[in-house]
């Protein structure tokens, strides 16, 4: 199998974010890469983004699957793995219903699928003045990563701009140089559904605050390597509120991150299946 021909499930968590959610999928509309499917992964959301995810599977071209589940607090972890099991394909990526992908996003990912690798991507960050005003058009004609369009509307200059205005062998020497790891990121990573069953699923005892990396962690522990696509695979984050923050949490999450690291942890027991 060439990548070309790779099928690849794309895995969106979301919660109570419809406006935010439709801006995501107006830009996987766009994509170059046509051999996808959607599964939103929903954390009980309310009627508006049923509502929203319907609009789309009755006037859009985008394969969508909506995996739902009661409202419980943050539960990301419980609600990805569903949809990890619902997913089509073998291969999975997984980005967040605030990250608006670029044109080339999933053809990037294809373009580095490996077996025994995962591949992490990177995001930028827009401020809430920005976030609001970018509309379908925006993202239909690619202004919304146009850097020179962005700081019209207020942008900063800032080197972390060079993500959206980086290619070639600048963009392959950035995701060389970056001192950001090659880690498990919830906003924009990939790799192949059979690790992830190996290493049974995130860890459905965590909440919000390095979930991710602690299930990056045990594919690295699994013998998974990574690869940096910071500069190369680029989805556009929307501002948002997070109210979920919490402090115990927090140090619960590192507490498990630690022993995972510590005792390389591959199967989670409160992961897909719940191992007693």
Known sequence: MTNKDLNISVIISTYNMPRWLEKVLYGYECQSYRNFEIVIADDGSGDETRQLIDKFNMNSDLDIQHVWHEDDGFQKCRILNKAIVASKYDYLLFSDGDCIPKNDFLEIHAQHAERGFFLSGGYFKLPMSISEKIEKAH??????????????????????????????????????????????????????????????????????????????????????????????????????????????????????????????????????????
């Open 139 to 276: 993202i239909q004609s690619g202004k919304a990563f146009d850097l020179s369009w962005l700081k019209q509307q207020g942008l900063n200059s800032s080197i972390k701009n060079w993500k959206l205005s980086s290619s070639g062998v600048l963009e392959s020497l950035l995701n060389s140089l970056t001192p950001t790891n090659a880690s498990w990121n919830g906003h924009n990573a990939s790799g192949w559904k059979a690790d992830m069953i190996e290493i049974n699923g995130f860890n459905e005892e965590m909440a919000y605050g390095g979930e991710d990396r602690e299930f990056g962690e045990r594919l690295f522990n699994l013998g998974v390597k990574s690869k940096q696509l910071r500069y190369s695979a680029i989805c556009l984050h929307l501002d948002h509120e997070r109210g979920y923050v919490n402090e115990a949490v927090l140090k619960k999450n590192l507490k498990i991150r630690n022993h995972t690291k510590k005792h390389m942890v591959i199967k989670t027991p409160n992961g897909i299946n719940k191992i007693r």
